[in-house]
């Protein structure tokens, strides 16, 4: 089974500049997630899709940061315009299910951005 | 409110057994789970306790849960040195809109030989 898939794998930009990352989730999973990992942290979310719905973005920067999930399988975070402080691995997960019951999540390898 | 407390840094010797500790304040969560993130590599899924639990134990894993108190523990027996990573406590709080998990800042264990 392949896994989630990400790119690019590293982004370098300047600040003020835009941005975007695109995820490919497991075959039939349902839920995406973006998280947000700064260095040193652990992952934050960003925002939560359930198929091509918005189920959480309640952390995410609206002023700057976009995501869309269309087809409610592949998905795009946007950043426009870059600031310093999102220099970050941006994460994107997938997962089966909605339910609180057990819900294993699956990572990609992640997106290295640094802004300059 | 919703937070994750880890130590930052473990050192073992190879063969030793290590415990990392972890506390949590959202009693209304359900699942609890640890996560291996190795260098340049994405979270991979270790383990997880159902809440009603007090342990889980998976070949060298052992999760302890000490739910009065909110603590986790994840105890690796026999550690080697591929255990090396950054092991990150979760928990998916009841009251949140979806079923994002909530991570600590993580412990970076380092293995000697």
């Known amino acids: 089974e392949a896994g989630v898939a990400q790119s690019p794998r590293y982004k370098i930009i300047e600040k003020r500049q835009s941005v975007a990352f695109w995820c490919n989730p497991i075959?039939?999973?349902?839920?995406l997630y973006w998280y947000q990992q700064i260095l040193g942290q652990g992952p934050k979310l960003l925002i939560q899709?359930?198929?091509?719905?918005?189920?959480?973005d309640s952390q995410l920067p609206k002023d700057r940061f976009s995501a869309e999930r269309l087809k409610g399988v592949d998905s795009t975070l946007k950043i426009q315009p870059a600031k310093l402080e999102d220099s970050a691995v941006y994460l994107c997960?997938?997962?089966?299910?909605?339910?609180?019951?057990?819900?294993?999540?699956?990572f990609g390898p992640g997106t290295r951005l640094t802004v300059l | 409110g919703e937070d994750v407390e880890q130590s930052l840094f473990l050192s073992v010797r190879e063969g030793d057994s290590s415990v990392i500790n972890c506390t949590y304040t959202?009693?209304?969560?359900?699942?609890l789970y640890w996560y291996k993130q190795e260098p340049g590599a994405g979270l991979q899924l270790l383990t997880y306790?159902?809440?009603?639990?007090d342990m889980k134990q998976d070949q060298r894993l052992t999760v302890l849960l000490n739910k009065k108190d909110k603590h986790l523990s994840l105890r690796i027996a026999d550690t080697q040195t591929g255990d090396s990573a950054i092991y990150f406590c979760?928990?998916?709080?009841?009251?949140?809109?979806?079923?994002?998990?909530?991570f600590g800042k993580g412990t970076t264990l380092s293995v000697s030989s």
């Open positions: 306790i159902f809440s009603n639990m």
């Open positions: 979760a928990e998916t709080p009841f009251n949140q809109a979806g079923t994002a998990l909530i």
């Open positions: 997960a997938s997962s089966g299910g909605l339910t609180l019951s057990y819900n294993e999540q699956f």
């Open positions: 899709f359930q198929n091509n719905g918005v189920v959480d």
């Open positions: 075959s039939g999973h349902a839920t």
């Open positions: 959202d009693s209304s969560s359900t699942y």
